[in-house]
């Protein structure tokens, strides 16, 4: 299944969005990256990086600019094809979803369906491969609205891996997860070899897991590039306006800083 699948390269070109001309929630967004990057989105809250992934994803169109995959325009392309290409992790949770998890993580194979017909063994195969790579074998039975936060976080993934996608975007993924699963869900994306874009809220975990981080800060790109070059506490202050304080790892195969923030002084 995924564990074959290759990433894709992403490249975003002066990208601006928003939902009125007078409001620009993205603006002049650019950068481009790898096939198989892991790119982390950092940024204060409302700073616009839910409305970035939207773009990416092909829910928004932009205002101006463009997301191409592989150098292929995500607008030239249908919504099936592109959800044959990326898979999306969101945030919200629905809470009276009358489906089994199995259920859940076979509608990522929609996309992959050929005209009318059923699920055939691959697709139960690859389900089944989705759920043991998550270590949801045992609860792919149950209602998926029986489930905590953090078990249907990892559903949704499954989902998404079962998509077998080149791309997984993700908003906030850890976020219901305790950190044994933050660390789980972060560690079996990157083993995979797929293009991985994420919000992330957790510095120090965007600093361990990613290959490229971006900042983003009133929509706009405030830096980008790898975690050593971008994560310094000086971007971190000024795009949180918190004091930040890095600490050297001395750890060889891990981010060589971690950093500690605390509330900036007011200054009367
Ligand atoms: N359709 C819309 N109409 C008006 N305002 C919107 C719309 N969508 C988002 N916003 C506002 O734009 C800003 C950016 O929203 P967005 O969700 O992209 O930010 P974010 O960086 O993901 O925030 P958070 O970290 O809090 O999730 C917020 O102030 C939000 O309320």
Redesign the pocket.
């Known amino acids: 299944m995924s564990c074959t699948a290759t990433g894709a390269g992403l490249r975003v070109r002066a990208l601006d969005w928003?939902?009125?001309p007078d409001?620009r929630?993205?603006r002049e967004v650019d950068f481009a990256i790898a096939p198989g990057s892991r790119l982390a989105i950092l940024?204060?809250?409302?700073?616009?990086?839910?409305?970035?992934?939207?773009c990416l994803y092909r829910s928004a169109q932009p205002t101006a600019g463009s997301v191409e995959v592989d150098g292929v325009d995500i607008w030239s392309m249908t919504a099936r094809e592109v959800a044959r290409i990326i898979a999306v992790v969101l945030?919200e949770m629905p809470s009276d979803f009358p489906f089994s998890v199995r259920d859940v993580v076979m509608m990522g194979r929609i996309p992959r369906r050929e005209g009318m017909s059923g699920w055939t063994a691959r697709d139960r195969e690859t389900v089944a491969h989705a759920l043991e790579h998550l270590d949801l074998a045992h609860l792919a039975g149950r209602q998926f609205s029986t489930l905590s936060g953090g078990e249907k976080q990892r559903v949704l993934i499954a989902r998404a891996l079962a998509q077998q996608p080149r791309i997984i975007i993700l908003?906030?993924p850890t976020n219901h997860l305790d950190i044994r699963h933050q660390l789980e869900i972060l560690d079996l994306l990157q083993t995979l070899q797929l293009t991985i874009v994420t919000?992330l809220?957790d510095i120090n975990l965007a600093a361990e897991f990613a290959t490229d981080v971006a900042i983003?800060t009133e929509?706009r790109m405030a830096a980008f590039g790898a975690p050593e070059d971008v994560l310094n506490p000086q971007a971190l202050s000024a795009a949180f306006g918190v004091t930040a304080t890095a600490h050297s790892n001395g750890v060889s195969n891990s981010a060589r800083f971690s950093f500690s923030l605390t509330r900036q002084e007011l200054i009367s």
């Open positions: 928003g939902p009125r409001l929630l993205v940024g204060p809250n409302g700073a616009g990086k839910t409305s970035l992934l939207r945030q908003d906030e919000t809220h983003l929509g």
